[in-house]
């Protein structure tokens, strides 16, 4: 089981704050660094300094950082033209030395959008445009150097583009989708993903869609050893209870409904909750870190937890 590190920046976050928790990932031996892309605050918090942009954020980090892994959880296609995302995943890629992974959803935050003027159209048409984003994206990222690329869809048309710059990661950076969905998700993940994440849920639920998931890649064929299978969850470790109290104290949470719906406790807690999730099949856990000044977090799960695994 591979332990990543997501973060939630629009709670109230500046660059510094996120490349400290970055550098101290990277020291520590995490596989990964990833963060949310939203532009607005949830729930009580004021949200201060205000959003940082995940993309540019993620270049800075691929110049401040040597050997980490960066991503997101998950790029809002609401957000984004898909000619321009791929110009800017494939720069980030480049600036990293090939480090980098796209996280895209179709967008859920209303607010943020009303709240910064982002066009929010009904949910089918949101799919209908990550379907088109994802076709356009990995077409560009696909065509050979010297040819070019053409689409022509609902929402999106490309012509006669050259389909530069090129990722270094050939023949893309990997592509993560995840959600619960029943349909769409599915179909869209055995077609495009590398990698399906599913966030905040259950065992029981990962098993659910998990198994859609592997009956739409059956269904067009594809072998689904070909994704890597994860899941993303609350972080809350302590060496002992109080310290678990401590933690869950700052992030606004009790440590028992954390115990049932995160990854919570004490380190052999959160071993055994780690060891349930592989035995479904999942690959990877995404820790998501709410209090970013807390560093010895991150020290305390690299030597006590995941040095175990």
Not at 22 to 38: K, L, M, Y
Not at 81 to 97: C, H, K, N, R, Y
Not at 143 to 158: K, S
């Amino acid at each position: 089981m591979e332990l990543r590190i997501f973060t939630e920046p629009q709670q109230g976050a500046s660059y510094d704050d996120l490349l400290a928790v970055a550098r101290r990932a990277e020291e520590t031996g995490f596989g990964a660094f990833f963060r949310s892309d939203h532009y607005l605050k949830m729930g009580s918090v004021s949200g201060e300094p205000g959003p940082t942009d995940a993309w540019t954020t993620l270049a800075g980090l691929a110049r401040d950082t040597r050997s980490i892994r960066l991503g997101t959880l998950m790029s809002a296609a609401t957000f984004r033209l898909p000619g321009p995302l791929a110009i800017t995943v494939a720069q980030v890629d480049q600036m990293s030395g090939g480090r980098v992974e796209l996280g895209i959803g179709t967008g859920w935050y209303d607010a943020e959008h009303q709240a910064y003027g982002i066009p929010f159209p009904p949910l089918g048409e949101r799919f209908d445009r990550l379907d088109e984003q994802l076709a356009v994206i990995t077409g560009l990222w696909r065509t050979p150097p010297g040819e070019t690329f053409d689409f022509t869809g609902r929402h999106y048309q490309v012509s006669d583009s050259p389909a530069l710059p090129k990722p270094v990661q050939r023949p893309h950076p990997p592509i993560l989708l995840g959600g619960k969905g029943a349909k769409r998700t599915p179909q869209l993940a055995a077609r495009y993903a590398d990698e399906f994440n599913l966030p905040f849920v259950s065992i029981d639920e990962t098993v659910a869609q998990f198994e859609r998931v592997r009956a739409a890649c059956a269904d067009i064929g594809r072998d689904p050893a070909q994704l890597t299978w994860s899941n993303a969850l609350v972080l809350c470790c302590g060496k002992d209870d109080a310290e678990v109290a401590r933690r869950a104290a700052a992030i606004g949470r009790e440590p028992d409904e954390l115990r049932v719906n995160g990854l919570a406790g004490t380190p052999a807690e959160v071993i055994d909750t780690i060891g349930r999730y592989a035995e479904i099949g999942s690959q990877r856990l995404y820790l998501q870190v709410l209090d970013l000044a807390d560093l010895d977090h991150l020290d305390l799960v690299a030597t006590e937890v995941m040095r175990q695994l």
